[in-house]
């Protein structure tokens, strides 16, 4: 008797058991989460946007690639909108530079008939970022 009470309680905590949410493996999936999870996520995504085009900016007018004040916005970001931030943005970064090879070595890629054969990084984050 006990026997069968100990076995229908095994089998009714097995079935009843709650089943963890398993984390994001890819980075689009850690973005998704990103959005889905942050009340804020539009001015995050803005403040990603802002911070990828200043970069940009700052590294086309020969302005000194890690000072005070990047460093600081970025640190704000990652404060913010934790480390699926920083890797998003490395994901973006790696982008650009695949596109900027096959665009010296003449190979043709999917972002050129979206923007043109002649696309900036400008044009790309503002393609990639979309809010």
């Known amino acids: 008797m006990i026997e069968f009470l100990l076995l229908t309680l095994v089998i009714f905590l097995f079935l009843n058991r709650t089943k963890k949410k398993r984390k994001p493996r ?9 959005i889905t999870q942050s009340t804020d996520a539009t001015s ?6 802002r911070y990828l085009l200043n970069t ?5 007018n020969d ?3 890690f000072s005070e004040a990047q460093i600081l916005e970025a ?5 913010r909108a934790g480390p699926v931030a920083l890797y998003w ?5 790696a982008q650009l530079a695949t596109l900027s090879a096959a665009q010296l ?12 054969s002649s696309a900036t990084p400008q044009a790309v984050v503002e393609a990639v970022v979309k809010i």
Do not use: F, H, Y
């Not at 940009?56 to 086309?60: E, G």
């Not at 640190?75 to 404060?79: G, H, K, L, V, Y």
């Not at 070595?105 to 043109?116: A, Q, R, S």
């Open 44 to 49: 995050i995504a803005v403040d990603i946007k």
């Open 89 to 93: 943005m490395s994901d973006i970064a």
């Open 75 to 79: 640190q704000r970001i990652i404060d």
């Open 26 to 34: 890819t980075l689009d999936g850690q973005l998704q989460e990103l």
């Open 105 to 116: 070595n003449g190979l043709p890629t999917n972002v050129e008939e979206k923007l043109g």
């Open 56 to 60: 940009i900016n700052d590294n086309n």
């Open 63 to 65: 302005v000194p690639k």
